[in-house]
């Protein structure tokens, strides 16, 4: 047990330091960072690089179309798998087991193939540099993992807890909502936080659908020119980069305090 715990300390250290690496260099002044004796902390800690890095030509709104393209087809998604996913694991109809093939295939297939039929849909539907292209694009890719994800915790939930709250009189979406939905929610934060964080890193298809209007782009295509508008600023570029995985970290840390919340509130008879 030792070894093992030995070695995941080892691993969750490997795994760490590039972030830790980059958040420092961030609070870090030009002078400390081209040093050639490196120091693991900032020894005269600095907020400059974040100014330069919030006060960049296009910072604000990179972000706006960000929030706005993640939310809503993480939110698309959420809807549209939870219905998807109870069709499945509740009812019995034709076509139910092709459907469920048709969504691992989904999920298993490479999104990197769909570039270029993409580009030719947005092109030929007149939605290239398209926000709403973009967006429909993320609900697309995040889609099918949710709605496997979500059918397992359904699936994980007898059917008898539903079936006793119709004895007591609910009705069938009643008893969804008051007993099988809050025994949901680990399944709602653990697709929604897969959903958020693919939906924001993602790089290609920005590249592939936004490309005349510049300012329909998002942050990763802003970070990934950082460099090019400042040069080898290294402080500036780690906080734009800590300020790009900052909204990720938030997300993370607001679900996993409530992942556990909903485990028996629906089992209480309301």
């Excluded at 980059?22 to 907020?47: D, G, H, R, V, W």
């Excluded at 999920?107 to 030719?120: S, Y």
């Excluded at 399944?187 to 005349?212: C, D, H, Y």
């Amino acid at each position: 047990m030792k070894v093992l715990n030995a070695l995941a300390a080892l691993t969750f250290a490997v795994m760490i330091f590039p972030v830790y690496w980059m958040i420092i260099t961030a609070f870090k002044p030009t002078a400390e960072i081209q040093s050639e004796t490196p120091s693991f902390l900032p020894l005269n800690p600095t907020l400059s690089h974040f100014a330069t890095a919030v006060e960049a030509p296009g910072f604000w709104l990179f972000w706006r179309n960000s929030l706005l393209v993640t939310g809503v087809a993480v939110l698309l998604a959420l809807v549209v798998s939870l219905l998807a996913a109870f069709a499945i694991a509740r009812m019995r109809w034709r076509g139910r087991g092709a459907f469920v093939v048709m969504v691992f295939a989904a999920q298993m297939a490479p999104w990197e193939a769909l570039l270029v039929p993409m580009f030719i849909i947005a092109r030929d539907t007149d939605l290239l540099d398209s926000l709403a292209m973009l967006t429909g694009v993320y609900f697309m890719i995040t889609l099918p993992f949710t709605i496997v994800t979500l059918r397992g915790f359904l699936d994980a939930i007898p059917l008898e807890v539903e079936e006793a709250a119709q004895v007591d009189g609910a009705t069938r979406l009643e008893a969804f909502r008051r007993v099988v939905f809050p025994l949901l929610a680990p399944g709602l934060m653990a697709t929604s936080l897969f959903g958020f964080i693919t939906a924001w890193n993602e790089f290609a298809f920005v590249n592939v659908l936004i490309i005349k209007d510049q300012s329909k782009r998002t942050l990763p295509v802003w970070l990934s020119s950082f460099r090019d508008v400042f040069g080898a600023d290294w402080g500036a570029t780690m906080a734009a980069a800590t300020l790009f995985a900052l909204p990720v970290l938030v997300v993370f840390l607001f679900l996993q305090r409530r992942v556990g919340a909903g485990m028996t509130a629906g089992a209480v008879k309301g």
